[in-house]
């Protein structure tokens, strides 16, 4: 059983492309802009749209279709399970009944809409993370959190704390299967069975789990000390961000391009 092969969200991948030579903060800026932006469309036509610009981005970043589409395993059962919900549990014109379940129109287009959001939010954000260095994603979340910090908000631990967050999502997917299969070794079975069982057959995967957890949290904080880190105060870049002409540019066509994109969701819903 491989549970985190292949798993690429959190990964940095080096690559000599245009959105890898972006400002940190525009391509922030351009996932927030397009997360509000995709729960602002519904229509069919707009989450076309959205799909229909996602290679074009993919291209620029030069990252491998197939990394992207990694991206999507950790969550494609929460997008399973949500999409389910809004088939089965939706009202509208019945058509299909067979027993007490019953798929109506409304619940066959809520589905698809929830669950091509989901795909899109995980997919456009997952360039972010796969185009951006830990390092320059701290330094950009510090730089546009800024403003917060005058009146008192702990802005460089706020965003060292998501940088690690991000980091360390695929290594705990990969201490994870290594411990299953650990497990598996010694006779564990995760495959068969009702869902009381194996729900049971997962407890001595989690109680490892949380040790190896609180173990890395540690060691990190013991490296953070012993190379003097004390917060953000007095701490300078070796490679301090610069905003270019070329940034304004690429997050102003964004930007148009996802209003379009709305404008032409609220003229099909009109």
């Known amino acids: 059983m491989v549970f985190a092969k292949g798993i690429s969200f959190g990964q940095y991948i080096p690559a000599p492309s245009y959105i890898h030579g972006l400002d940190p903060r525009c391509k922030i800026i351009a996932v927030l802009v397009s997360m509000a932006a995709i729960f602002m469309t519904s229509s069919p036509y707009a989450m076309c749209l959205w799909g229909a610009l996602l290679p074009a ?3 620029l970043s030069k990252i491998p279709m197939k990394a992207m589409l990694r991206s999507i395993r950790p969550v494609f059962i929460l997008i399973i399970f949500t999409a389910a919900l809004h088939l089965f549990w939706s009202d509208g014109v019945p058509i299909f009944k067979a027993g007490p379940v019953v798929i109506t129109d409304k619940g066959c287009l809520f589905a698809v809409q929830v669950s091509m959001r989901l795909l899109f939010l995980i997919l456009y954000a997952s360039i972010l ?30 965003a060292m704390m998501m940088t690690i967050a991000l980091r360390f999502i695929p290594t705990l997917f990969e201490e994870t299967d290594r411990i299953m299969k650990a497990q598996i070794s010694r006779g564990a079975n995760f495959e068969t069975g009702g869902a009381v069982s194996r729900i049971k057959s997962y407890i001595p995967v989690l109680v490892p789990m949380l040790a ?5 949290a540690d060691t990190l904080a013991t490296a953070m000390e012993a190379r003097c880190y004390r917060g953000g105060r007095g701490r300078v870049r070796m490679a301090p961000l610069r905003w270019r002409m070329k940034d304004t540019l690429t997050l102003s066509i964004f930007t148009l391009l996802s209003a379009l994109i709305i404008i032409i969701d609220r003229l099909m819903f009109a």
Do not use: A, C, I, N
């Open 212 to 216: 190896l957890v609180f173990q890395r």
């Open 129 to 158: 993370t796969l185009t951006t260095s830990p390092s320059e994603l701290s330094d950009g979340m510090e730089l546009l959190l800024s403003p917060l910090g005058k009146v008192g908000f702990p802005v460089h631990e706020t």
């Open 57 to 59: 981005v993919v291209m």
